[in-house]
């Protein structure tokens, strides 16, 4: 059974900077590309980061330049390094992998950056 745990989440206040963890089970990790989304109050859940399995990455706009996601396959965990938060990244931050049709969610850490 495929699970997927984020850890690292909190309250930091703005221009701090977070990172989170998110730990897979269930699957040869080192094959499949893994995501980081977010879901902030009343919005749609968005794609935040992806790295693929041959680590290569790719950003939203909003992140591109302070956000950094890592993968160690060794440890199964997939990470995202956030700098220069702001207000507008409070959200709660979902992990997130596809094994064929299959797509796994984790259950999701929350952040939350004062001003």
């Known amino acids: 059974q495929v699970q997927l745990v984020e850890s690292g989440g909190g309250l930091v206040q703005s221009g701090g900077s977070l990172k989170l963890s998110c730990r897979a089970s269930?699957?040869?990790?080192?094959?499949?590309?893994m995501c980081w989304y977010r879901q902030a109050p009343g919005k749609q859940r968005e794609l935040v980061a992806r790295?693929?399995?041959?680590?290569?990455?790719n950003y939203a706009d909003s992140v591109k330049g302070r956000f950094a996601i890592s993968r160690d396959n060794r440890k199964n965990t997939v990470a995202l390094q956030m700098k220069s938060l702001s207000p507008e990244d409070t959200a709660t931050y979902y992990c997130?992998?596809?094994?064929?049709?299959?797509?796994?969610w984790g259950q999701g850490t929350q952040v939350t950056v004062s001003s």
């Open positions: 997130n992998t596809a094994v064929g049709w299959q797509i796994y």
């Open positions: 269930g699957i040869t990790f080192s094959r499949y590309e």
């Open positions: 790295i693929t399995s041959s680590s290569d990455t």
